[in-house]
Structure formats: C-alpha cells, structure tokens
C-alpha cells in the first residue's frame, strides 16, 4: 500500500503561479508514472500531467506550456509547477502513481484545491 499526500494549493490571482507538491510513503517515483489530474465543479476528472518512470512527460493541450510536473527521487516527491494561471484552471488538483505509464491500477492522494481568482 503507497499513501500519496499533495499539497500546496491555494488562492491565486490570475497569471500567478503555484507550485504542488505529491509525497509517496515510500520509494515509488523512480518505478511508477506519476500524474497530476484536476477536476473542476460539474467536470470529469482529467489527467493534465504525466510523468513515466523514465522520466518522459506529457501534458494536456491546456496546460501544455505553462505547466511542469518534474520529480526527486531522494525525497520521494513528485511537483507540478503551475505558472500563467488562468481562472479556468480552478479546481482539485489529484496526485496519482501506478505501475503501467497509463496509470491504471495507482493509487490516489486526497487532493488539494486550487483556486485562481482575482
């Protein structure tokens, strides 16, 4: 069993940055993917970030440029960083790690609310 817990979510203005952090309990992110989904009000969940245990990474078209999901193995961290945030990107932020690059099969954080409004 591998708990997962996120944090640094928070209030924004738009344009602002936030940088998330997903801790494992133990050792995983050098063998598992590891990806950041978000799920808006009335929305499906949705996988914006990717990370492969190769270190490949993938994002979604909407965030793709101003977003960066990176990871440090010592420390068992994964971290999006999130910069030019617009209000569109409010939501809970999901961290999840599993053992196929498809993330089936992973375990889920508790997640952690980020809101961008002026």
């Known amino acids: 069993q591998v708990q997962l817990v996120e944090s640094g979510g928070g209030l924004v203005q738009p344009g602002g940055s936030l940088r998330l952090s997903c801790a494992a309990s133990?050792?995983?992110?050098?063998?598992?993917?590891t990806g950041w989904y978000r799920q808006a009000p009335g929305k499906q969940r949705e996988l914006v970030a990717r990370?492969?245990?190769?270190?490949?990474?993938t994002y979604a078209d909407a965030v793709k440029g101003r977003f960066t999901i990176s990871r440090d193995n010592v420390k068992n961290m994964v971290y999006l960083q999130m910069n030019s945030l617009k209000p569109e990107d409010t939501a809970v932020y999901y961290c999840?790690?599993?053992?196929?690059?498809?993330?089936?099969?992973?375990?889920w954080g508790q997640g952690t609310q980020v809101t961008v409004s002026s």
């Open positions: 133990r050792s995983i992110f050098n063998i598992y993917a």
């Open positions: 999840r790690a599993g053992p196929y690059s498809d993330l089936s099969n992973g375990y």
């Open positions: 990370i492969t245990s190769g270190g490949t990474t």
